[in-house]
Structure formats: C-alpha cells, structure tokens
C-alpha cells in the first residue's frame, strides 16, 4: 500500500541536521512578525484592542487562549503560528467574517496573503544559506 511518498517525505526531513533547522528559526520569526504587521495595518482600530491582541508564538511556545484561529495550542518546531483574539478580545472571527448585524472587515487573511511571499523569500533563502553552511 502507497502512502504517496509521505515516508520518503519524512525521512528527508529527519536527515536536515539540527544545526539547519535551528538557523531557521530568525527567519520563521521576522516573517511573522512582518505578517503580523501587516494584519495590525488592515485591522479596525475602533479601541486598539484587536490589534493589540495579534500575537506571534515562536516555536515550542504556547498561543494565547482563545485566540483565532484555533485556540490555545503549542507551536511546533520549524512553525511559527499569528493569532488574533485574547482572553480580553473574543471577537476577532466576528470582525473577519462579520455577522447578520454587522458586516465583515476582514483584517487577518488580507495581512497574512499580502505578506506571506516575502516571509516565504526570506525562509527559503535562510534554510539555503544553513544548508550551504553545514555541507
């Protein structure tokens, strides 16, 4: 039976050292920190709550409770997450998505498809310049 290369997949990524992965963490960083920016940018600063609540989690930390999208999770390695919504701010998906009495801003998707290219440059480049490094 085919698991459709997902072994393969994973053996692969067993053989990056660890020295390359954790060369990567800067990168995976900025490039949330920069989408997270620009989620702040396109948010409706009505009270500055919500955008004071848009969070970025490194890896092997834990996300802010109920935050969107989600919940309350920890990180994986190599994954950085940006969440909106707080303990204080439960509202975030009502804004992005709006509701039958009130109609959508949408600030969360729009900021992380506008600066997600240029944090995927970055990554990439990172991870190329790690591996170079430890040849």
């Given at each position: 039976m085919s698991d459709g290369g997902l072994s393969r997949f994973q053996r692969?990524?067993?053989a990056i050292p660890h020295e390359v992965r954790r060369a990567v963490v800067p990168a995976l960083a900025q490039g949330g920190y920069e989408i997270a920016e620009a989620m702040e940018a396109l948010a409706p600063e009505d009270s500055?709550?919500?955008?004071?609540?848009?969070?970025?989690?490194?890896?092997?930390?834990?996300?802010?409770?109920?935050?969107q999208p989600g919940g309350s999770f920890t990180v994986p390695e190599n994954q950085v997450a940006i969440t909106a919504g707080s303990t204080?701010?439960?509202?975030?998906?009502?804004?992005?998505y709006g509701t039958s009495h009130h109609p959508a801003q949408p600030f969360f998707w729009p900021g992380f498809r506008l600066a997600k290219p240029k944090a995927e440059r970055r990554i990439k480049r990172a991870i190329s310049k790690a591996v170079r490094e430890a040849r």
């Open positions: 692969r990524m067993r500055g709550d919500l955008i004071g609540s848009i969070a970025v989690t490194l890896p092997n930390q834990t996300t802010p409770p109920y935050s204080d701010v439960r509202y975030p998906h009502l804004q992005e």
